[in-house]
T-cell receptor, first 112, second 117 residues
């Protein structure tokens, strides 16, 4: 079945950039997502990218997609302490009526 | 934006009792809702796909008689954990897919934390 892999931990200093990486196995992935989860809370969609795109930028967030290598990354510029959370990479094969396959999540710790 | 609510947000129950968790789409209709389970410090695992007006589709390893899903309307799906045991303690999250239109986004509820004593 589909698999999504992420590194489990990342620690950065406040003001630096954070890069969270993700790899996936399903070559038919159509949509790739980044979700943020704060302690005890639900999921917040941060951004998404279609598989026919290479890059997407949204304010401090930059998503890079290498479809050939099935590699997705999320860069957070000027990381703040409020960015400390768990970040989940997820993919789905098609739009609508399809569940997401999640990675295990990367715990980002921002050091002041 | 579209809002999905879950009720209750947390529940503590005794072993052997049943617990019902509701997932509602507040401002849109959802023919399909998904139920996920998240263990501490782990990822979300899909439990089942809930389709309005039909039986739910369960993932391999998920006991359908233990986790009863009912999707009685286009805005409500319920998950009932029957005869709960401590190993059922987890964070349960639902998501809803807007009906009738292709959508890149599923909308997630805030989750329900179940603790079984």
């Amino acid at each position: 079945g589909e698999d999504v892999e992420q590194s489990l931990f990342l620690s950065v200093r406040e003001g630096d950039s954070s890069v969270i990486n993700c790899t996936y196995t399903d070559s038919s992935s159509t949509y790739l997502y980044w979700y943020k989860q704060e302690p005890g809370a639900g999921l917040q969609l941060l951004t998404y990218i279609f598989s026919n795109m290479d890059m997407k930028q949204d304010q401090r967030l930059t998503v890079l997609l290498n479809k050939k290598d099935k590699h997705l990354s999320l860069r957070i510029a000027d990381t703040q302490t409020g960015d400390s959370a768990i970040y989940f990479c997820a993919e789905s094969a098609q739009s609508g009526n399809t569940p997401l396959v999640f990675g295990k999540g990367t715990r980002l710790s921002v050091i002041a | 934006g579209a809002v999905v609510s879950q009720h209750p947000s947390w529940v503590i129950c005794k072993s052997g009792t049943s617990v019902k968790i509701e997932c509602r789409s507040l401002d849109f209709q959802a023919t399909t809702m998904f139920w996920y389970r998240q263990f501490p410090k782990q990822s979300l695992m899909l439990m089942a796909t809930s389709n309005e007006g039909s039986k739910a589709t369960y993932e391999q390893g998920v006991e359908k008689d233990k986790f009863l899903i009912n999707h009685a309307s286009l805005t409500l799906s319920t998950l009932t954990v029957t005869s709960a045991h401590p190993e059922d303690s987890s964070f349960y999250i639902c998501s809803a897919d807007p009906a009738g239109q292709p959508s890149y986004e599923q909308f997630f509820g805030p989750g329900t934390r179940l603790t079984v004593l």
